[in-house]
């Protein structure tokens, strides 16, 4: 045997031996709630039943972006019937702080406020309504400082939260200058509202001996923990959070829940009372922080047939007041700019705007789709520039296989399949034809323009800090042989609860139906990482097998030398359909338990993971960040209303990669949220802060998230078949983040759809999110330099046919 292929054959003959066994992973389970969420009876946080004595709370927020506050007069809320207490930063027991990395993010303003919406004060009554009316009463007077609102604003007058961020490799300035062709611009890619289904919310109860138990819909329980502790100057372990789930996080949940948990927290420490606090949609829009949005400059040179020989980009973020997580946001965003490309010659440049607007935070994706957009849109420029298709253009420059495959942060691509992902959706997708097919369509309609592109993904998996790439889990056995498990990470909907029941049945052997798994608690499972950069189901999945596997191994032993007779050992016991084989004889798994038990078998286990070959140098932006790659491709078909700006996707094809994929369907659904979630950040989901610094789009009626009708009608969504060359679990890939880059292709049909009205002679100026204004905009600047290009065109031919 080739002793290259030995490991490969290993891996495939285990996996058929898997796969012909009983199994409960690799295959499509509904969602474990799922029954719960149809019916109503899925227990959110505001579904709890309320502990008798609770209070609520609202929050008293600034109508000032940048201001001192000079006095404050509660007296006409304190006035209003029903309110109990009024709270200000000076009753903070502890630390007046809820900044996750860097301290500079207070619960409450203390002195001076910086955006819209920043909360002042707590107000306490015997009713939401009544809390929040009375909040709008204070009567409190500032004196007004400038305030800069735009990422642009905040570069020309040097304000950022951080220090700047610089990735460079190679000669870019001289292969730019010596390039055959050289192109440069700039463009704008907006923001985004979490628009979680369920907003912000926590309750807290005191216990006994200075305890506090919070109920929070957060991605990141011990790091709400840490924060509680902090405001209330007590330890750790006096305060519990909990949450069973969540109604929606995409990352507005892992870190800006801190402030709601905090504020609740102390309201509930100083009255000795339960309080929840559930702020309005409104408020929560007012106060929360969204994804970053971006301005980009960029410059860059190329070959006649494409190939990039330099590029530079200078990626101005906004960040907000504060600098919560937009450093991990810039450091993905700096390296997924090469996305699925080899680019030899690049110098990358990030500055963190710091503006007097909410504090900017994580989104699904948390920058790499910021950062892939770029060199997205200047592979499509470089494509029409030479009139060439855009799809040649990216495959002409995708990385490499065995050679062109380092990152420009330092780390190889070795598990590379995008060429074949590539040429599988090209040929399942008909992109040629229909490709054509647009063109002739726009060839014969003056006002309808029909747009199609395909572009790639490549999107790392792992955080960009390596200690927190670790988790941990209990399993614990019942003497009726149910089996319960505890993990620390967060269910918000995408199932992970449901892929690690199914990776701890698969393990004991058992059906999926005896496997529970319980709420998120910080008394359970301690320090853990947010679920968030994707890793919940690696990470927690690798934790709650480690912690089955030693009840598997344990009773493994028990069985053979109880059952065994001296001829079985525990490697030859086998868990297989709930019964548990020792040799010839055969056992049910709740008989194996129940003697197991008698004979005083530990019938619990904790487990942990640490994710290995993680390493970064944050000073040089140098290592390997990434575990492995998840990659994708979507081709979406557009058309255009070129007089009113209108859009409509008419068909979608989407190839993701999930490697070896846990739950199918769940995966699939994944894809398909993640896509539609994209398509709105790129199409329709505008954010408007007007001249004050006020948040203009903070409700449903003036914020337009993808409805039912904006779905494509062809929408087909496949998994790619691969198998993830890193030892993840069960060999599966990540898919809660990828997705969303997958409708690029829509943003990008849309330019193309723009183009065809200047016969593809322009690269639009559009920007993102591309509203039927920008279409707008963009069609117009588009036809008035095709007129320009005709007119110098004339000129010259007159002049030539003069000479």
Known sequence: MNKQAEPFLTDLIENERERAAFRQVHVSRPHESAHLHVSGRATYTDDIPVVEGTLHAALGMSPKAHAKIVSMNFDAVRATPGVVAVFTADDIPGVNECGPIIHDDPILAEGIVQYVGQPMFIVVATSHDTARLAARRAQIEFEELPAVLTAQAARAANQSVLPPMKLARGEPAAKIARAPHRDGGEMLLGGQEQFYLEGQISYAVPKDDDGMHIWCSTQHPSEMQHLVAHALGVHSHNVLIECRRMGGGFGGKESQSGLFACCAAIAAWKLLCPIKLRPDRDDDMMITGKRHDFHFKYDVGYSDDGIIDGVAVDMTSRCGFSADLSGPVMTRAVCHFDNAYWLPNIDIAGFCGKTNTQSNTAFRGFGGPQGAFAIEYIMDNVARSLKLDPLEVRRRNFYGKTERNVTPYGQTVEDNVIHELVEELVRTSDYHRRREAARAFNATSPILKKGIAITPVKFGIAFNVAHFNQAGSLVHIYTDGSVLVNHGGTEMGQG??????????????????????????????????????????????????????????????????????????????????????????????????????????????????????????????????????????????????????????????????????????????????????????LTTEELWWNAGGKLMTHAPSTYKIPTVNDCPPDLQVRLFKNRNAEDSIHRSKAVGEPPLLLPFSVFFAIRDAVAAVGDYEVNPPLNAPATAEEILKAVSAVRAARAGVQQTAGVEAIAEAAK
């Open 496 to 681: 992970l609860n449901t892929k690690v029941a199914q990776v701890v049945a698969h393990e004991l052997g058992i059906s999926f139906g005896r496997v529970r798994v319980t709420a998120t608690d910080t008394s359970k499972v301690a320090n853990t990482s947010a679920t968030a950069a994707s890793t919940g189901s690696d990470l927690n999945g690798k934790a709650a097998q480690d912690a089955a596997r030693q009840l598997r191994e344990r009773l493994s032993k028990f069985a053979a030398d109880t059952f065994g007779e001296g001829k079985v050992q525990p490697s030859e016991v086998m868990f297989e359909s709930d019964t548990i084989y020792v040799g010839e004889r055969a056992l049910t798994f709740e008989e194996v338990i129940a003697k197991a038990y008698v004979a005083r078998v530990q019938l619990w286990s904790d487990g942990f993971y640490a994710t290995p070959k993680i390493y970064w140098d944050q000073s040089k932006l140098q290592g390997r960040p990434f575990y492995y790659y998840s990659y994708g491709a979507a081709v979406s078909e557009v058309v255009i209303d070129s007089l009113t700006g209108e859009m409509r996707v008419v068909r979608a094809d989407a190839l993701h990669d999930v490697g070896d994929s846990l739950n199918p369907a769940l995966d699939v659904g994944q894809v398909e949220g993640g896509f539609i979630q994209g398509m709105g950040w």
